[in-house]
Nanobody, 115 residues
Framework: VQIVESGGGSVQPGGSLKLSCVHP????????MGWFRQAPGKQRELVAT???????DYADSVKGRFTISRNAAENALYLQMNSLKPEDTAVYYC??????????WGQGTQVIVSS
């Protein structure tokens, strides 16, 4: 399974980025999905989830700034990130919300927020 995340980059505080994910191992029409991130020296954390019924949930730290969405026909997952802060700097990954260390993970996409 080759999970591919893309769209990261380096932006100034207040900027925006849109991340994309292609996950061949999961059908988005029957499985919830999530975006995780791992900052240097910290554990990976779940920041956004999208259920099959289209309900969403966000970590308090990103609520109101990040939006998760999907294109089920293309099995693509997205994360629109606005009003970025330096503390959003991390490598971002996509996977079902209940994924653990033993599951397959992609290389992630690096987001750097710095002035």
């Amino acid at each position: 399974v080759q999970i591919v995340e893309s769209g990261g980059g380096s932006v100034q505080p207040g900027g925006s980025l849109k991340l994309s994910c292609v996950h061949p191992g999961v059908s988005f029409s029957i499985s919830g999905m999530g975006w995780f991130r791992q900052a240097p020296g910290k554990q990976r954390e779940l920041v956004a989830t999208l259920a099959v019924g289209d309900s969403t949930d966000y970590a308090d730290s990103v609520k109101g700034r990040f939006t998760i969405s999907r294109n089920a026909a293309e099995n693509a997952l997205y994360l629109q990130m606005n009003s970025l802060k330096p503390e959003d700097t991390a490598v971002y990954y996509c996977n079902p919300p209940n994924s653990g260390a033993s599951d397959d993970w992609g290389q992630g996409t690096q987001v750097i927020v710095s002035s």
